[in-house]
Every structure is written in structure tokens, then in C-alpha cells.
């Protein structure tokens, strides 16, 4: 059956990431009803962005599709956790699918869900995912299907950052037993998850409603109040992400480097709080020599958070505050990586 494929994968709230050895993928953490009628229609026509998956008598859209065309649509997860396993693991065979073209594929799949995430969800994951799965995907776009058997060997899921950590310190070539505290900022959610003697500790991990949604709702009312327009939130994401210094509102040029800057400050403090909080709970031999931020927040809140770790002495060495190259991807690439240790 030829080699058998190891996919690394982080569930996050917003988008979720795969990884296998020169493939990622990155798509919108959605599932969404069919709306028949606009097939063919689309410009893309690639399987990521036209993903229908069906599953017995159902159809579902997932990803940009859902995002696009679905009229009912759910996000997988909000407040920091998978809503429920059976739609994650429908989203998850899915995305599977995305990179399998083999009937009969062997594949190792480890993945990364919320940190706040029940290990009830979590359990029943693992075990649906384990097994033969039967994938059948469409492309809404071209009409072309695939059908496939999928022998799924292994299912690890584990909590999100737990990823970057173990790509990290492999990196680093250090062992996976040093004391670190991750703080991994998504979109709606920030999680804090700290490693004592090699394994999660639960009392001084979490996570917090502070994230980058946090900044672009602070900063359309800010904007708000100083043009007299409506600002979107979600339209300020667009600009986050492309690091732009200014705005177009009502056809005027407003700079938002000052006030991305404050707020971004502020909240980023708010998280270093928690992070202090959370790591009082360790017990006195705990040395914590790494703090790693990792997160599509981390382009925004990353370099506030060194230096409020750096001032407030968390740390004795400035190297000790990491900030992966791709911060968005590290946890799927860690669990990549774990899975090829299987
Ligand atoms: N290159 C970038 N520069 C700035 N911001 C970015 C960049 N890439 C992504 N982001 C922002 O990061 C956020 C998404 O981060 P991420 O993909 O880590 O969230 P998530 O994993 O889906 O959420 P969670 O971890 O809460 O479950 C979005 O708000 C996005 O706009
Ligand atoms: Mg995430």
C-alpha cells in the first residue's frame, strides 16, 4: 500500500491546520449545510476551498466553502473548545481526505485540540477516528469525487500547544522534559499551557477570552468614536493580518499604528497576568527555562509579551522567550512530528 502517511493537525477555533511533509493546509474552522444551486460557480477550483464531505445520507460543506456558500453554518468551536466530537471528526475526515489519494492509505494522525477542551471529547475522538474510515469526499466546484478506505493506525489528541512545544525543543535539541510555559494566541482564545517534567500540568495551564479579536473589537470602537462610522471588527482582521499602518473609513486614510500599539500592549499584559497567576500553582522545583508564544497572535501580541516576561524577571536570559518561525503552523508541524515518532 505504499508508505504510510503521518498528518499532523491543530483544530483551532478559527482555522484549522494540517500538516504533512511539504503540505499544509489552512482552512476555516466551519461546517456548514449544503446550498445546492451555486456548484460550478466557483473561480477556485481546488479541493480545499470546495470541500464537500459526505457522510451516510448527509452532505456537509467544510471550511472556505461553508464560509462562503453555507446559509447554516456552525463554527467547531467557540470559548475555547470542540463543541462536539461527532462534528470535529466529520470536519477531521474531511481534511483527511485532502491528502489521501490511495484506497487502503495507512495513516498516524495526531492532533491538537483547545486546551480547554474536555478529555471526554477528546477520548471519544481518538476513538472514532481510530480504525478503517471510509472518506468520501467531493469538489463541489468540478463535481469530482473520492472515494476511499482509510486504515487510521494511530489517533493521538492532545492539547493544542503541546505541539509547538515538542517541535521546539526538537529544534533546540533539547529534551522534551524541560519546564516551559506556552502561550498560544488564536483568534478567539488564548491558551496557556505549561509542561513540568515533561507532561501538562493541568492546575497551572488554561485558557482566556483575551486574543486577537480582543484587539480588533477595542479597536473599532476606538475608530468608531473618532470618524462617527460603523467599523466591523471582522473587517479589521483583514488588516491585522497584513500588518497595515492605516485604515480607509468613509474614504478617509485614519493611521492605526498608535492604537494598535496600545491596545495591543494592554491586552498583552493581561495575558503575561494570567500567565504569573497560572504558574504560582508549580511546585517550588519547577524551573521554568522556556516560555515559547506561538498562535496567529503571536505576529501582534508576541514581541509585547517578550518584554513583559523580560521585565517582569520571569526570565534570566532574553533567549529564553521563544517565538517560532511560523507561529501559525508550529503546532501542526509538531504533531507532524509526533506522529512520525509513533
Ligand atoms: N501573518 C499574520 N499576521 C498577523 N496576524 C495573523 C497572521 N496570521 C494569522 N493572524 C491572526 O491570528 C489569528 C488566528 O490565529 P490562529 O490560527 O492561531 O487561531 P486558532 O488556532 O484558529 O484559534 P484558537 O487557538 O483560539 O483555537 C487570527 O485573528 C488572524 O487574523
Ligand atoms: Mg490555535
Same mark, same amino acid.
Given at each position: 500500500m505504499g508508505e504510510r502517511l503521518c498528518i499532523g493537525c491543530d483544530l483551532g477555533t478559527s482555522t484549522i491546520k494540517l500538516s504533512c511533509g511539504d503540505t499544509k493546509f489552512l482552512i476555516p474552522s466551519l461546517i456548514g449545510e449544503p446550498n445546492p444551486g451555486w456548484s460550478?460557480?466557483?473561480?477556485?477550483?481546488?479541493?480545499?476551498?470546495?470541500?464537500? #464531505?459526505?457522510?451516510?445520507?448527509?452532505?456537509?460543506? #467544510?471550511?472556505?466553502?461553508?464560509?462562503?456558500?453555507?446559509?447554516?453554518?456552525?463554527? *467547531?468551536?467557540?470559548?475555547?473548545? /470542540?463543541?462536539?466530537?461527532?462534528?470535529?471528526?466529520?470536519?477531521?475526515?474531511?481534511?483527511?481526505? *485532502?491528502?489521501?489519494?490511495?484506497?487502503?492509505?495507512?495513516?498516524?494522525?495526531?492532533?491538537?485540540?483547545? !486546551?480547554?477542551?474536555?478529555?471526554? !471529547? /477528546?477520548?471519544?475522538?481518538?476513538? /472514532? *477516528?481510530?480504525g478503517n474510515l471510509e472518506i468520501n469526499v467531493k469538489n463541489d466546484a468540478t463535481g469530482k469525487t473520492k472515494r476511499l478506505n482509510v486504515n487510521i493506525e494511530k489517533c493521538l489528541v492532545l492539547p493544542e500547544p503541546y505541539g509547538t512545544y515538542y517541535s521546539t525543543l526538537k529544534e533546540k535539541g533539547e529534551e522534551t522534559a524541560v519546564d516551559t510555559v506556552l502561550v498560544d494566541i488564536g483568534h478567539g482564545s488564548t491558551d496557556?499551557?505549561?509542561?513540568?517534567?515533561?507532561?501538562?500540568?493541568?492546575?497551572?495551564?488554561?485558557?482566556?477570552?483575551?486574543?486577537?479579536?480582543? *484587539?480588533?473589537?477595542? /479597536?473599532?470602537?476606538?475608530?468608531?468614536?473618532?470618524?462617527?462610522?460603523?467599523?466591523?471588527?471582522?473587517?479589521?482582521?483583514? #488588516?491585522?493580518?497584513?500588518?497595515?499602518?492605516?485604515?480607509?473609513?468613509?474614504?478617509?486614510?485614519?493611521?492605526?499604528?498608535?492604537?494598535?500599539?496600545?491596545?495591543?500592549?494592554? #491586552?498583552?499584559?493581561?495575558?503575561?497576568?494570567?500567565?504569573?497567576?497560572l504558574i504560582t500553582t508549580l511546585p517550588p522545583d519547577a524551573f521554568v527555562e522556556y516560555y515559547i508564544i506561538c498562535g496567529g497572535g503571536a505576529y501582534t501580541f508576541g514581541e509585547a509579551i517578550k518584554e513583559a516576561i523580560i521585565e517582569g524577571h520571569l526570565v534570566t536570559s532574553d533567549e529564553s522567550v521563544i517565538i517560532p518561525e511560523d507561529p501559525v503552523i508550529s503546532n501542526a508541524r509538531g504533531f507532524e512530528l509526533i506522529a512520525q515518532s509513533q
Amino acid at each position: 500500500m505504499g508508505e504510510r502517511l503521518c498528518i499532523g493537525c491543530d483544530l483551532g477555533t478559527s482555522t484549522i491546520k494540517l500538516s504533512c511533509g511539504d503540505t499544509k493546509f489552512l482552512i476555516p474552522s466551519l461546517i456548514g449545510e449544503p446550498n445546492p444551486g451555486w456548484s460550478g460557480a466557483s473561480f477556485d477550483k481546488s479541493l480545499e476551498n470546495n470541500l464537500v #464531505i459526505t457522510e451516510g445520507r448527509d452532505s456537509y460543506y #467544510i471550511g472556505e466553502l461553508a464560509r462562503m456558500q453555507s446559509e447554516v453554518k456552525r463554527a *467547531l468551536a467557540s470559548d475555547g473548545q /470542540m463543541k462536539s466530537a461527532e462534528e470535529t471528526y466529520i470536519a477531521l475526515k474531511a481534511a483527511l481526505g *485532502l491528502f489521501i489519494d490511495n484506497d487502503g492509505q495507512d495513516v498516524i494522525v495526531a492532533t491538537g485540540v483547545p !486546551v480547554a477542551t474536555s478529555m471526554g !471529547v /477528546m477520548k471519544n475522538l481518538s476513538k /472514532m *477516528l481510530k480504525g478503517n474510515l471510509e472518506i468520501n469526499v467531493k469538489n463541489d466546484a468540478t463535481g469530482k469525487t473520492k472515494r476511499l478506505n482509510v486504515n487510521i493506525e494511530k489517533c493521538l489528541v492532545l492539547p493544542e500547544p503541546y505541539g509547538t512545544y515538542y517541535s521546539t525543543l526538537k529544534e533546540k535539541g533539547e529534551e522534551t522534559a524541560v519546564d516551559t510555559v506556552l502561550v498560544d494566541i488564536g483568534h478567539g482564545s488564548t491558551d496557556i499551557l505549561t509542561m513540568y517534567q515533561g507532561r501538562p500540568m493541568r492546575t497551572a495551564s488554561g485558557s482566556m477570552r483575551e486574543a486577537t479579536d480582543t *484587539l480588533t473589537n477595542r /479597536m473599532a470602537s476606538a475608530l468608531q468614536e473618532k470618524t462617527n462610522q460603523i467599523v466591523k471588527p471582522f473587517d479589521l482582521m483583514t #488588516i491585522i493580518r497584513q500588518q497595515k499602518e492605516s485604515v480607509l473609513i468613509g474614504g478617509q486614510t485614519y493611521s492605526i499604528k498608535s492604537i494598535r500599539e496600545f491596545y495591543a500592549k494592554q #491586552i498583552a499584559k493581561v495575558m503575561v497576568d494570567e500567565v504569573m497567576r497560572l504558574i504560582t500553582t508549580l511546585p517550588p522545583d519547577a524551573f521554568v527555562e522556556y516560555y515559547i508564544i506561538c498562535g496567529g497572535g503571536a505576529y501582534t501580541f508576541g514581541e509585547a509579551i517578550k518584554e513583559a516576561i523580560i521585565e517582569g524577571h520571569l526570565v534570566t536570559s532574553d533567549e529564553s522567550v521563544i517565538i517560532p518561525e511560523d507561529p501559525v503552523i508550529s503546532n501542526a508541524r509538531g504533531f507532524e512530528l509526533i506522529a512520525q515518532s509513533q
